[in-house]
């Protein structure tokens, strides 16, 4: 599933590195950095569900990686 994500997160990047001026970079930044935080959502709500002594036992309000939905 966070496959579709890193593509995205990979894309972004490389439309940054070929920004030609700041206001190219300043448009693709917020949406890589949005990309970003959701993978670091994703990766810890997998963390959580592998090893969840680390962090407690899980409430009925954590997220689960499975019920993570991608923006589209």
Same mark, same amino acid.
């Given at each position: 599933?966070s496959s579709?994500?890193? @593509?995205?997160?990979?894309l972004?990047t490389?439309? /940054?590195? %070929? %920004?030609k001026?700041? !206001?190219?970079? @300043?448009?693709i930044?917020?949406?890589? +950095?949005? /990309? ?6 994703y *990766?810890? /709500?997998? *963390? *959580?569900?592998?090893?969840?002594? /680390?962090?407690?036992?899980? !409430? +009925?309000?954590t997220?689960?990686? !499975? ?6």
């Amino acid at each position: 599933m966070s496959s579709s994500l890193e @593509d995205r997160i990979r894309l972004l990047t490389d439309r /940054a590195f %070929a %920004a030609k001026n700041q !206001s190219e970079l @300043d448009a693709i930044l917020p949406e890589l +950095k949005a /990309a970003i935080r959701d993978h670091i959502h994703y *990766v810890r /709500a997998i *963390v *959580v569900e592998t090893i969840p002594e /680390a962090f407690g036992t899980p !409430s +009925k309000t954590t997220e689960s990686a !499975s019920d993570y939905q991608f923006p589209s």
